[in-house]
Antibody, heavy 119, light 109 residues
Framework: QVQLVQSESELKKPGASVKVSCKAS????????INWVRQAPGQGPEWMGW????????TYAQGFTGRFVFSLDTSVSTAYLQISSLKAEDTAMYYC????????????WGQGTMVTVSS | SSELTQDPAVSVALGQTVRITCQGDSLRRFYASWYQQKPGQAPILVMYGENNRPSGIPDRFSGSSSGDTGSLTITGAQAEDEADYYCKSRDSSRNYNCVFGAGTKVTVL
């Protein structure tokens, strides 16, 4: 079945980096863009941007430039989110989500990866 | 404007009907999609386009759109429909990037 499986939760110190993975299965990976969504504790989702799974070209939302990098390894149908110079305010659940052109919607979500930044 | 406005919370008696709205300028041009999120779970898509349900979503969920407002209606709400509901659309002022509403907490009484 179609699914996105994300890496496990991470506990990091301020200033460190983290790389979250999102492995797709059950469909052709390059047929759908992957979006990244942040959800801080008790808050609503916030769109971070997306990556074109054909070209690898990333697009970042305002507020997610500089320390955030989207990448791919199409050989293993996996998208990555790397965050550098972590801050306490980066503590959040991070989701990958598959974009459906036909629906103009996120039709499949990963289970989420909790990133906690604490000294 | 890039904002999508939702009521923070609504309640509905078991078996009754509730409508959740999402207001924003971008909805004059783009449809909203709707996501249900239960505590500790990832969001799931429950409605997209004018009135389209993904496979597996009960037909008590329906969608509509008028002017700058999109709506998600639950007809005959069930206990399992208690959740947060988020709308999402595009931000015409920012290169058509995606934007989420702040969410509506639906309580089934």
């Amino acid at each position: 079945q179609v699914q996105l499986v994300q890496s496990e939760s991470e506990l990091k110190k301020p200033g460190a980096s983290v790389k979250v993975s999102c492995k797709a299965s059950g469909y052709r990976f390059t047929s759908h863009a992957i979006n990244w969504v942040r959800q801080a504790p008790g808050q609503g989702p916030e769109w971070m941007g997306w990556i074109n799974t054909n070209t690898g070209n990333p697009t970042y939302a305002q507020g997610f430039t500089g320390r955030f990098v989207f990448s791919l390894d199409t050989s293993v149908s996996t998208a990555y989110l790397q965050i550098s110079s972590l801050k306490a305010e980066d503590t959040a659940m991070y989701y990958c989500a598959r974009y459906s052109d036909a629906a103009d919607a996120f039709d499949m979500w990963g289970q989420g990866t909790m990133v906690t930044v604490s000294s | 404007s890039s904002e999508l406005t939702q009521d923070p919370a609504v309640s509905v008696a078991l078996g009754q009907t509730v409508r959740i709205t999402c207001q924003g300028d971008s909805l004059r041009r783009f449809y909203a999609s709707w996501y249900q999120q239960k505590p500790g779970q990832a969001p799931i898509l429950v409605m997209y386009g004018e009135n389209n349900r993904p496979s597996g979503i009960p037909d008590r969920f329906s969608g509509s759109s008028s002017g700058d407002t999109g709506s998600l209606t639950i007809t005959g709400a069930q206990a399992e429909d208690e959740a947060d509901y988020y709308c999402k659309s595009r931000d015409s002022s920012r290169n058509y990037n995606c934007v989420f509403g702040a969410g509506t907490k639906v309580t089934v009484l």
